[in-house]
């Protein structure tokens, strides 16, 4: 009987010890302890093994590398950064558990993911009402942003992608007709489809059809038949990789040799896999390209690869960055135990030079940043460089500057010597270059065929 009594008073003592580490909420941001105070205690939730799986592999790993960077060197204010990893599964509602567990089990101090959109959208109201920070490293949804001011994201937003795509259409392929093959329950397809419609019909041209699918469909014959019959100049598919890679091969099938388009969500070495040979005349809007001789790209590229054994993709480039923008964010506000102060730091976020460009977040705290123009090379599994396109206001780098990228501009243009566009911007076609920007000063470097930086 005493055992008993004993056994129960002592469960009563361990679940009021746990009682007593629960957070409070100081100067209007809460206080997660972390891990016993010496160390800081990061959350990291993405797709580890479901159907987008590369998305959240790339972002662990991209994360990871900065992260160990981060700690060789010291840590941030002396104190080590310590990551704790859930997988979503790829599911919105799992998306909202594991952060609900991040923050009330784990008591991380900050968070980074997703990537879907759709599941950053369904995570990041938890983040936004307990207060702490949380930083997407690719989301591109507006919407994800707008929950809070304690959501904010690393990467440019989709009214930009979407756009920059229809340019590329209207301005570099000369199209007049395009149909859009979207997923219904994306938020990020749905966006896309919108943005890029939208941009395509003011420069003239014509979306002929929109077709649906969700992420549960096995084929796509029906949808492509109905695009096929109306022969447009090109297709947007804004999807991801796992429907992306069977709709280009099921289109080829079917005799549709139109150029295939899309966005970020295209990026994964899986879709080469899954597409072969079909992918030939495809472009996506990403952005970086592993290919840029820059030379801050290429020591990522190199660190990445002697870590993982892989040339690291976007989503790599973009959590490197997050997690990087993340502890120069710590190290300004003093330390991440006042959430408040934290968010207002990362929010503060100005000219961060990334991997992925320079990091300047907005009023909306979205990074406004360029995106590149990249065509699939399906022979060597590979994305190839085309152009890139700055948001309104921002200008290339001019031909003149002499730092490093400027000189990775020239290797650029001798590695797209046999694409048709980069011939016609060599030209010195004003009027596309000019068009694609509404902006003389990026034409000048569109003819050189600039990077990002
Ligand atoms: N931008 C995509 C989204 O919001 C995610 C993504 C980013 C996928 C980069 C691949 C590469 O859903």
Same mark, same amino acid.
């Given at each position: 009987m005493t055992r008993i009594f004993l056994a129960i008073g002592l469960i009563t003592s361990i679940l009021f010890s746990f009682a007593c580490v629960q957070k409070g909420g100081e100067g209007g941001g809460a206080t997660n302890t972390g891990d016993g105070g010496d160390t800081i205690k990061v959350g990291v939730y993405g797709d580890m093994t479901g159907q987008t799986a590369s998305f959240g592999q790339s =972002?662990? !790993?991209g994360i990871q590398l900065a992260v160990d960077e981060i700690n060789a060197a010291g840590g941030v204010n002396g104190k080590k950064i310590v990551l704790v990893v859930e997988d979503d599964q790829g599911q919105p509602q %799992?998306? =909202?558990t594991v952060v609900q567990k991040l923050i009330n089990q784990d008591k991380v101090q900050a968070i980074l993911g997703e990537v879907a959109s759709t599941n950053s959208l369904a995570a990041a109201p938890v983040a936004q009402s307990a207060k702490i920070p949380m930083i997407t490293p &690719?989301? =591109?949804n507006p919407k994800v942003t707008e929950v809070g001011d304690y959501i904010s994201r690393v990467c440019f937003i989709d009214p930009f992608q979407g756009s920059a795509m229809a340019k590329f259409a209207a301005n570099t392929l000369k199209a007049k007709t395009a149909a859009i093959l979207g997923d219904v329950n994306s938020d990020y397809s749905k966006g896309l489809t919108q943005f890029f419609e939208e941009e395509f019909t003011r420069l003239g041209g014509r979306v002929v059809t929109k077709e649906a699918y969700t992420q549960n469909d096995p084929d796509f014959k #029906? %949808?492509?038949t109905k695009i096929r019959n109306l022969n447009p100049d090109v297709i947007y598919v804004p999807g991801y990789y796992s429907q992306v890679g069977i709709v280009a091969r099921q289109a080829r099938e079917l005799g549709m040799n139109q150029p295939l388009m899309g966005g970020d969500g295209w990026d994964s070495p899986e879709l080469f896999k899954l597409g072969g040979a079909a992918l030939k005349n495809a472009y996506i809007s990403n952005h970086y390209s592993a290919d840029n001789p820059? /030379?801050?790209?290429q020591n990522f590229v190199k660190a990445y690869k002697a870590k993982f !054994? +892989? +040339? /690291?993709d976007s *989503? #790599? #480039? *973009? #959590?490197y960055d997050a997690a990087k923008v993340l502890a120069d964010a710590i190290k300004r506000a003093g330390g991440a135990g006042d959430s408040a102060k934290l968010k207002d730091a990362i929010n503060a976020t100005k000219e961060f030079a990334g991997v992925t460009g320079k990091i300047t977040l907005d009023a909306s705290r979205n990074a406004v940043k360029p995106a590149v123009v990249l065509e699939l090379n399906p022979a060597e599994s590979k994305f190839t460089f085309k152009e890139t396109i700055y948001p309104e206001g921002m200008s290339a780098p001019t031909a003149t500057s002499t730092d490093a990228n400027s000189n990775s501009m020239m290797n650029m243009n001798s590695m797209n010597t046999n694409s048709m566009n980069s011939n016609s911007m060599m030209n010195g076609n004003m009027n596309s270059s000019t068009s694609m920007n509404g902006n003389p000063n990026s034409s000048m470097s569109m003819n050189s065929n &600039? +990077? !990002?930086r």
């Open positions: =972002t662990k !790993n %799992q998306a =909202t &690719s989301s =591109t #029906a %949808q492509l820059a /030379p801050e790209i !054994n +892989v +040339v /690291p *989503l #790599a #480039a *973009l #959590a &600039s +990077v !990002n």
